[in-house]
């Protein structure tokens, strides 16, 4: 459920309002891709996110570690998980992992209207609620079966091979 950046090629420059852009033909892909997670991850579990902090500038993806502290959104959404984690604008998107390198959310800015949220607090969809559209919409995807916990290096690599930068214009 990643895809890579292919930078586009302008069709019409120069007309004031212009967007429109033809992509190149090569195909890029991760070096790797996520499962997602079959079970639930418990409270306080230690949990992984890999993205593109700084919306690239560092080159590659970064690694955070944080904390599953919630099973809801701030107002009991059910198809959310609060995260305790320090992620940056660049970093929405990210599969959020467990210890196994399962996913089991993934990284979305949330908003409340004139509320500051801490910085290090964070919320991802839920897989389970990711894995019920995609059967929706008839979208194949990999289930880990693995309950193992990995090293941080294993997860660390799994996150940099799943991950790349996408830009929207």
């Known amino acids: 459920f990643f895809s890579t950046h292919t930078p586009p090629t302008p069709l019409l420059s120069g007309l004031v309002g212009s967007e429109m852009c033809i992509r190149d033909r090569t195909m890029l892909s991760p070096l790797d891709y996520l499962?997602?997670?079959?079970?639930y991850t418990k409270l306080n579990s230690k949990i992984f996110a890999s993205g593109f902090s700084y919306e690239g500038a560092l080159g590659t993806p970064s690694m955070n570690t944080g904390t599953l502290v919630n099973t809801r959104g701030l107002k009991?959404?059910?198809?959310?998980?609060?995260l305790l984690i320090q992620t940056e604008k660049g970093d929405y998107g990210a599969g959020v992992?467990?210890?196994?390198?399962?996913?089991?959310?993934?990284?979305l800015q949330y908003d409340i209207e004139?509320?500051?949220i801490p910085?290090?607090?964070a919320f991802s969809v839920k897989s389970s609620f990711i894995r019920k559209l995609l059967k929706r919409q008839r979208i194949e995807f990999d289930l880990n079966t693995e309950v193992t916990p990995l090293s941080v290096e294993k997860i660390?690599?799994?996150a940099e091979d799943s991950s790349a930068l996408i830009s929207c214009w």
């Open 76 to 82: 009991r959404e059910k198809h959310l998980q609060q």
């Open 97 to 107: 992992l467990n210890a196994a390198g399962a996913v089991i959310g993934l990284l």
């Open 119 to 121: 910085k290090s607090t």
């Open 35 to 39: 499962k997602f997670s079959r079970s």
């Open 156 to 158: 660390s690599k799994l």
């Open 114 to 116: 004139n509320k500051d």
